[in-house]
C-alpha cells in the first residue's frame, strides 16, 4: 500500500507531539496529558510504522524510552540498556501476551512473576566488590543522569552490601518512589514555607532525586524497591527472577512485599483484580502490575523489541474518572511557539491528586469535543499529573453559552497566530522575539549536546531576558563580565567563568550549530546527517525542500520546517550575527554513500577492556553495521569479551564467526576479517 501525503504529515505530528511528550514527563516531571492519551499516540504511531515500514526512522519515539538525561547532570552510558514495558490495558491484551509468549517458547503454560508497577523513577545501581559505585536515571535508555551522590542519601539503599557471594561487578534496577504518608507531610511543610506543592508522589521523588544539593534529597521521603538487574556476570545469574530477588534481599536490597508467582495466563487476571482492590490500601502508589516471564532462559529466548522485553508486559489499571466544571479556558505558548489550549477547572480530586488543570491539545480538539467555559465536564487521571477532559456533559451546559475560540494574536508577544498547512497545532509568529519562545530557545542553544555553555543556567537566562540584556541568541556574545556581575548570583568570578565558557564554545562542529538553532523536529541525529550530507551551512541554505528528502532520516515534515526556518530574514540575521561574533567550525566532507560495514549484522557479549559496549555499538554503527541483540544463522560476528555466556556457545551451534575484541578492533579498522 503507498504511502499517502496524508499519512506522512500524521506521523510528523506523531513525532512531534510524542518528544514533547517525553520532555515533559521524563526531564521536566511535569507531564501534559494522561497515560492513556500517551499511549493512543504512541500506539497509533507504532501501527502505522508497522504497516508502513518506510516511515520507520532511526529517531522515532518508538525506537526509544523516555527521553534524554537533563544538562545540569553528568550523564552514565548504561551497560545494558534501561527499556520501557509494553503496556495492556484489557484481560484481552494480556491474554494475548501470554499466547505470544508461549507460541514463540513452544510451550503450554508459563509462570510469571507478578509485582506492583510503582509509581516512581527508575534508578540503575552498580556495586563493585560490594560498594556502591554509581548510580543512574533511565535518562532516554541509553544514557541517563548520575545521581549517585543524591541516591547515597536513601536509607532503603545499602552502600555496602550484606553477606557474600555477590559478583565482583553487577548492575541492581529498582524504583526510587514516596511513600503517600512522606507525600502529604513534604506538601505540609511547603504549605507551612508558602512554597510550592508537588502534585503527586511520583512527581514528589523525581524532584527530589533531580536535586543538585544532596542535602535537600536527604530530608526527603524516599524509598526504594528492586525489581531486576542490568548487567550481571551471565554464569552467575540464577535461574529465576524470584531467585534473583532472593539473592538481592540476601545482599540486604529491599524488595517489593508484594511481588508474587502466578502459574498462568488466568491466575495473572485473578491477581490484576486483587491488586486494583488492594491499590488504596497500599502505602505507596502503583498504577498497574507488571508480569515478567520467570525463567531466564526463557526469558533469553523472547528477547527484545527496540523499546522494550518480549518476556514482561506491564496490566495497567483503568483511567480514574471525576465530574468537576470549566470556569475558563485560556491558551500556553510553548518554545516552538505551539499554542496550547488549557482548560482550567474548579479543582477537583481525581485518583487521589487534587487537579486544576487539563490540557485540551488543540483547537481542533476543542471543536471536536466542544468544551465550552461553564462546561460539566468528565476528568479522567490514569496516574500522571495533567489530565484529560473526556467530554463535556451537554445536558447541564449553562444558557447562551459560545464555543471557545482561539485568540488571534499571541498573548505572550501579541505577534499574529498563525496555522501552518498540515499541522493541527496553531503557531505564534513571533519566533525568537516571543518571550515564550526567546527564552527556551536560549536554553536550547546553550545545552550541553549544543554549543555547550557552561554556567548559562536557566535562572540566568531568564534575567538576561526579562531586563532586555539580550534579544536573540546572538546577543550572548555581546555579553561582557561587568554586565553579568551586575545580575542576581553572579559575582565577578562566575561573571568571569561565564564568558570564557563563551568564548570557547564559540569553537563548535557544523552538527552542533545545526542543532543548537533550535528548528523543529531537528534533533542531534537529523542535524548530523543534514551536516555530512552537505558539508557546510550555505550548501544547506542554498537546497530547497525537495532535495532536502535526499538526506537520511529527513521527509517531507521536517523538509519544510527546515526551509520555512531559513526562509525567515530574522533567523538568517541571527546566524551572521552569530558567524560575525566569532562562531566557527570546520566544514566537514560529504559522507559516502557506501559504508565499509554496510549490512554487517553483529552481537555483543560480555565485558570489553578498552570500550564499553555501548561504545563498541556506536562505532560499528558509525560504520553501517547493525548491532543486533540475539544470534541468528544470519549473524556475520560475535563478538566475545570477558564473561561472554551461552550466546558464545549458540554461536558456535549456528556456525557464526566468533571474534574477540583484538579483532573487533581490526572490524572497526574498516578491515572486514577473512
Not at 418 to 444: N, P, Y
Not at 513 to 538: C, K, M, P, Q
Not at 642 to 667: N, R
Request: net charge negative; proline share 4%.
Amino acid at each position: 500500500m503507498p504511502v499517502t501525503k496524508k499519512i506522512r504529515k500524521r506521523v510528523g505530528q506523531l513525532h512531534d507531539e510524542i518528544d514533547l511528550h517525553n520532555r515533559r514527563y521524563y526531564q521536566m516531571d511535569d507531564p501534559l496529558v494522561s497515560d492513556s492519551v500517551y499511549d493512543k499516540l504512541l500506539r497509533e504511531l507504532q501501527e502505522l510504522e508497522h504497516q508502513y515500514p518506510e516511515l520507520l526512522t532511526g529517531d522515532s519515539p518508538t525506537q526509544r524510552v523516555g527521553a534524554e538525561p537533563l544538562q545540569q547532570f553528568e550523564q552514565v552510558t548504561h551497560q545494558v540498556a534501561m527499556l520501557s514495558l509494553e503496556n495492556a490495558f484489557s484481560d484481552d491484551e494480556l491474554l494475548a501476551f501470554d499466547q505470544r509468549v508461549r507460541d514463540k517458547l513452544g510451550v503450554d503454560g508459563i509462570q510469571y512473576l507478578a509485582e506492583p508497577k510503582l509509581d516512581g523513577l527508575a534508578i540503575s545501581l552498580f556495586y563493585q566488590n560490594g560498594n556502591l559505585v554509581q548510580a543512574a536515571t533511565r535518562g532516554d535508555g541509553q544514557t541517563g543522569e548520575d545521581v549517585t551522590h543524591n541516591i547515597r542519601t536513601i536509607q532503603d539503599i545499602p552502600l555496602r552490601l550484606k553477606g557474600r557471594g555477590y559478583p565482583d561487578r553487577f548492575e541492581v534496577r529498582g524504583e526510587v518512589f514516596m511513600q503517600k504518608a512522606g507525600f502529604e507531610l513534604l506538601n505540609q511543610r511547603a504549605r507551612q514555607l508558602g512554597e510550592k506543592e508537588f502534585a503527586n508522589p511520583r512527581n514528589a521523588a523525581a524532584g527530589s532525586l533531580r536535586q543538585l544539593d544532596p542535602k535537600i534529597t536527604a530530608k526527603r521521603p524516599l524509598a526504594f524497591y528492586c525489581y531486576g538487574h542490568g548487567f550481571f556476570p551471565e554464569q552467575r545469574l540464577p535461574e529465576t527472577q524470584l531467585d534473583l530477588l532472593d539473592l538481592l534481599a540476601k545482599w540486604g536490597l529491599p524488595i517489593c512485599p508484594e511481588i508474587k508467582i502466578v502459574d498462568n495466563a488466568a491466575e495473572c487476571l485473578t491477581h490484576f483484580d486483587l491488586m486494583q482492590r488492594k491499590r488504596e490500601s497500599l502505602d505507596y502508589e502503583i498504577d498497574g502490575v507488571v508480569y515478567k516471564v520467570q525463567r531466564f532462559e526463557y526469558q533469553d529466548a523472547l528477547g527484545f523489541m527496540s523499546r522494550a522485553p518480549r518476556w514482561a508486559i506491564a496490566r495497567k489499571f483503568p483511567a480514574e474518572e471525576a465530574i468537576t466544571t470549566v470556569f475558563d479556558i485560556d491558551v500556553q505558548v510553548g518554545r516552538t511557539g505551539a499554542i496550547t489550549p488549557v482548560a482550567r477547572l474548579n479543582p477537583v480530586v481525581v485518583g487521589g491528586v487534587t487537579v486544576a488543570n487539563a490540557t485540551l491539545h488543540n483547537l481542533g480538539e476543542v471543536h471536536r469535543k466542544d468544551i465550552r467555559k461553564g462546561d460539566t465536564v468528565m476528568v479522567r487521571r490514569a496516574g500522571d499529573v495533567i489530565p484529560e477532559v473526556v467530554r463535556a456533559i451537554v445536558e447541564k451546559r449553562p444558557k447562551n453559552t459560545s464555543r471557545f475560540q482561539m485568540p488571534l494574536t499571541c498573548p505572550i508577544c501579541d505577534s499574529e497566530i498563525v496555522e501552518i498547512e498540515g499541522e493541527s497545532i496553531l503557531r505564534c509568529s513571533g519566533g525568537l522575539f516571543c518571550d515564550a519562545q526567546r527564552k527556551e530557545s536560549i536554553k536550547h542553544f546553550a545545552s550541553r549536546k549544543a554549543m555547550d555553555i557552561d554556567g548559562l543556567g536557566d535562572k540566568l537566562v531568564n534575567q538576561l531576558v526579562d531586563r532586555n540584556i539580550i534579544q536573540n541568541v546572538a546577543g550572548l556574545y555581546l555579553l561582557e563580565t561587568d554586565i553579568l556581575s551586575g545580575l542576581e548570583r553572579m559575582g565577578p568570578k562566575s561573571a568571569k567563568n561565564l564568558v570564557t565558557a563563551l568564548g570557547k564554545s564559540k569553537h563548535t562542529t557544523l552538527p552542533r550549530f545545526i542543532y543548537a538553532l533550535g528548528i523543529r523536529e531537528v534533533g542531534e541525529v537529523t542535524a548530523r546527517n543534514l551536516a555530512e550530507h552537505y558539508g557546510s551551512l550555505d550548501k544547506i541554505l542554498s537546497t530547497d525542500q525537495e532535495q532536502l528528502q535526499s538526506v537520511p532520516d529527513i521527509g517531507p515534515t521536517v523538509a519544510k520546517h527546515i526551509t520555512m526556518f531559513f526562509s525567515q530574514q530574522h533567523n538568517l540575521d541571527v546566524v551572521e550575527q552569530l558567524v560575525d561574533a566569532g562562531v566557527q567550525w570546520e566544514d566537514i566532507e560529504k559522507a559516502q554513500d557506501n559504508l565499509p560495514l554496510d549490512g554487517i549484522r553483529v552481537v555483543l557479549t560480555g565485558t570489553l577492556a578498552t570500550m564499553t559496549r555501548e561504545q563498541a555499538k556506536q562505532e560499528l554503527q558509525t560504520l553501517g553495521a547493525k548491532v543486533i541483540s540475539s544470534i541468528s544463522k544470519k549473524t556475520h560476528y560475535l563478538v566475545a569479551g570477558k564473561d561472554p555466556g551461552s550466546k558464545m556457545q549458540k554461536a558456535q551451534d549456528l556456525g557464526v564467526k566468533v571474534i574477540d575484541e583484538k579483532e573487533l578492533i581490526h572490524l572497526l579498522g574498516s578491515r572486514e576479517i577473512d
